[in-house]
């Protein structure tokens, strides 16, 4: 797109933008020319110093950029031609980077210059799983030392599947003045100490967020590290931490921080704890409750605190969550907040549905529930018939063994597609499943974005016909126009695949486990899914034909993932040898292995090559 | 009082019951392991096999299952009753994971679920059957114990980690000859 007329706006004294811009004119002197642009040019002469258009088109292009929030926008705006390719990498301040590994930390911060916000993902998330060993990368050491130089007015940190180390940890305290917001979800290699130099150091924090970490006990009372006067605290989450924290520095930190509206609390906090907490912050909006437990001391007769009104006194209350030891006898506590909720999180809560009908009767507003299979198929035809504005279920197994009768069934599922019909996203585990009741969601869920059903035992078909699983899942993709994102399970043949690759145009993540028949399988997805960006596939009998067949398609996605199929190093290094510009890893995670089997092929497009830091066990085909 | 005092046989046993679930367990595997074909009507007459039967009560081998599977995160599974991961480390192996403490039922199983974890390692149980590997862990006091040296549930208990050494760590020899003298004298 080429800009040939450009009406410069005047103001009433006659001046310019061009006037304005004058003051960058000694920067563009070296820039060439861009003649297409810029009227008049074909003199040569310059007596009249004016700022080229060029320079004057990219200052009014930063001016407007800076409202261009959405990542896909700016990266368009990026490729229009090169003054905006520039005026929009001066003007990005929040940097996504979707794997670690695509690109170096030298060639982002060089990029992008004046970034605020940084979000990095790192392993992929079969490694959750134990399916690769721990210590396979995503380091973020190399990204705090490159930002620690180039961003000094760092705010936010956002990491996921990133290993931190306590030095990286102080390494940012140390380097970033302003630093405002630190959330670390499903990270590891970092301890008390690292949060002691966050806590300690970072005194404009406003966000410290600890989501599903793996944390070490160094006996360093992190909580205490906290500055001793008030603190601009809003959101403190460290539900996930497996230890005890000092409940007396807890105390006294909630009770300065008036701003606190997020406060998740780990399973160490009993109800008495949290008892005094609450009554001290009842601006909270976010409760993670902790244990939610009796304590065995407590005898009959013992004055208990009373637990409803101090619920009842936070009247801001809209997301509860914790209940990590649950005494159900504490739940009519939280009555007086449920017909305000629009989130609960009982997924740790072991509670029947008796336990659950009472309490979600009275979630009207509830959007996002998460629960334990221990509800039953009861528990959830109640959610069913309360929570008619629910856009996100998650059902987890209490019991994830494969030869157990589960408690939840397609009974649920049905009810929950007859009574919820905005849902958008829902992740189901079970031990029986039936064709109708997933086609049965297909069509009372059109709004369904994420389908995500797991039948725990493996290659189990229709409960009630024995069929495969296939017509229910393409009913998914054929009814739900949606549908970003989809987990298969089951008896699945490659009809199912067939399905996926034909009505599954928008999926962008697809996870596959002990599925499909041949080859046929993921080449049906390989060649219909032009929108596929991630692909976690395990267990499944797809070969080297079938990974050749993507080969037009693997620079346009993320990752490719696929443990214990049929590949051989053979074929993943004609994979690499075709496209240069994709890693092609190779993981070996037990033993020695001297064929040239595949146990688990991890690849990803990048700019900058195979990484440096790869362990023994990864081979990077070239 | 350790409960490998049956030693060599109760260790025999377990690997027969393993074996043969082994048989009947529904995996997929690499090309050129001895592995089942996958067509759909071989799956489908293996899953009457796999119908869920009342046999939650006891089952005293641990049921062999995949890796991974069904894709809970540990630290949820940890979270709920009858879980401990913990991570397993390897000296001069690049490998570390994680194995869940409470899969098993005795010293036996767990020597024999890591061997099968790690692959080719052979790991000495502290009776001394001249493998390669010890097994040491690490408790909650924080020091470093030779596995097999308390009750199992206390173990379990107090597991904080697990590291397989060489076998040629002089002191843990000295470890190992003084605990076959304490089991001799307590007739253990």
């Not at chain 1, 509830?366 to 035809?381: A, H, K, R, Y």
């Not at chain 1, 064709?435 to 049965?440: D, K, S, Y």
């Not at chain 1, 409960?463 to 495969?468: D, F, K, L, S």
Request: glycine content about 6%.
């Amino acid at each position: 797109m080429r800009v040939n007329q450009v009406e410069v706006p005047r103001d009433e004294n006659g001046s310019s933008i061009l006037d304005l811009a004058r003051a960058d004119i000694a920067e563009s002197s070296t820039k060439t020319r861009n003649c297409a642009a810029c009227p008049g040019s074909g003199s040569g002469s310059m007596e009249f110093q004016s700022p080229y258009p060029d320079q004057v088109l990219e200052n009014v292009l930063e001016n407007v950029l800076h409202f261009l929030t959405a990542r896909r926008d700016r990266n368009a705006a990026s490729l229009v031609c090169k003054s905006w390719y520039r005026a929009e990498a001066l003007t990005r301040s929040e940097l996504f980077i979707g794997n670690c590994y695509a690109v170096s930390p030298r060639r982002a911060t060089s990029r992008f210059t004046r970034v605020r916000s940084v979000a990095i993902k790192g392993k992929p998330r079969f490694a959750d799983f134990d399916l690769m060993p721990i210590n396979w990368g995503a380091l973020f050491s190399p990204w705090v030392a490159a930002m620690a130089k180039a961003y000094p007015w760092l705010e936010k940190v956002y990491l996921k599947r990133m290993t931190v180390t306590d030095e990286d940890l102080v390494l940012l305290s140390e380097s970033f003045p302003c630093f405002k917001e630190l959330v670390l979800v499903c990270c590891d290699g970092f301890g008390t100490s690292g949060l002691a130099a966050v806590a300690g150091r970072c005194r404009q924090l406003r966000v410290l967020d600890l989501v599903e970490s793996e944390v070490d006990d160094d006996d360093v009372e992190w909580l205490s590290y906290f500055p001793e006067s008030q603190t601009h605290l809003e959101s403190l989450v460290f539900d996930c931490l497996q230890f005890a924290v000092n409940f007396d520095a807890l105390e006294k930190l909630v009770a300065r921080s008036p701003s606190l509206k997020k406060l998740r609390l780990n399973g160490s906090v009993t109800t008495p704890q949290l008892y005094r907490l609450i009554t001290q912050a009842p601006q909270l909006t976010h409760l993670g409750t902790g244990s939610f437990g009796a304590l065995e001391a407590v005898a009959a007769g013992d004055q208990e605190p009373d637990y409803a009104s101090a619920f009842a006194a936070c009247k801001s209350l809209v997301c509860l969550s914790g209940f990590r030891e649950i005494f159900p006898d504490y739940l009519p506590a939280i009555y007086p907040v449920c017909t305000s909720l629009t989130s609960l999180n009982f997924s740790y809560a072991n509670i029947n549905a008796e336990h659950l009908k009472s309490v979600i009767c009275l979630c009207h507003k509830l959007q996002t529930l998460w629960v334990l299979d221990s509800i039953c198929d009861e528990g959830l035809q109640a959610v069913a018939a309360t929570c008619k504005d629910l856009r996100e279920l998650r059902v987890f197994p209490e019991n994830p063994n494969e030869d157990v009768e589960g408690p939840v069934s397609e009974v649920g599922l049905q009810a929950i597609s007859e009574g919820c019909n905005k849902l958008q996203s829902i992740l189901y585990f079970c031990q029986r499943m039936t064709n109708a009741a997933v086609v049965a969601m297909s069509k009372n869920c059109p709004d369904l974005v994420v389908f995500r059903l797991c039948i725990i035992g493996r290659y189990r078909p229709d409960a009630v016909t024995g069929e495969p699983m296939d017509e229910g899942f393409g009913a998914i993709v054929m009814n739900c126009k949606k549908l970003t994102r989809l987990a298969v399970s089951g008896l699945l043949t490659d009809r199912a695949f067939s399905y996926i690759g034909k009505y599954g145009k928008l999926v962008r993540t697809l996870s596959v486990a002990f599925a499909g028949d041949t080859d046929m399988g993921l080449k049906y997805v390989l060649e219909g899914c032009h929108n596929l960006q991630k692909l976690e596939i395990r267990d499944s009998p797809f070969g080297n034909e079938a990974l050749h067949s993507g080969l037009h398609h693997y620079y346009n996605m993320r990752f490719v993932w696929m443990s214990s199929c049929k590949l051989t190093r053979h074929a993943c290094q004609e994979v690499a040898r075709a496209l240069p510009h994709l890693v092609v890893e190779v993981i070996r995670s037990q033993g020695e292995r001297n064929d040239d089997s595949v146990e688990i092929l991890y690849m990803y497009r990048s700019l900058d090559g195979p990484r440096s830091d790869a362990p023994q066990f990864v081979t990077i085909m070239q | 009082m350790s409960p490998e005092s049956t030693g060599t046989a109760r260790s025999a046993m377990s690997d027969v019951t393993e074996l043969n679930l082994k048989e009947t367990e529904l995996t997929l595997g690499l090309p050129g392991t001895n592995n089942i074909t996958t067509s759909s009507k071989r799956a489908f007459s293996e899953t009457t096999v796999f119908t869920p039967t009342s046999s939650s009560t006891s089952n005293p081998a641990p049921k062999a299952q995949a890796v991974g599977w069904p894709p809970v995160r540990a630290s949820r599974k940890n979270a709920m009753r009858g879980c401990k991961y913990v991570k397993v480390a390897v000296d001069g192996a690049p490998y570390l994971r994680k194995v869940d403490l409470e899969k098993y039922e005795s010293y036996d199983q767990l020597l024999t679920g890591l061997e099968a974890m790690f692959g080719s390692l052979t790991i000495r149980n502290h009776l001394g059957n001249g493998a390669e590997y010890m097994p040491t862990y690490e408790d909650k006091d924080g020091d470093w114990m030779l596995v097999g040296d308390v009750p199992w549930k206390m173990f379990v208990e107090s597991c904080k980690r697990i590291r397989l050494l060489k076998s040629e760590a002089s002191g843990l020899e000295i470890r190992r000859t003084e605990l076959k003298l304490k089991e001799k004298t307590c007739g253990n």
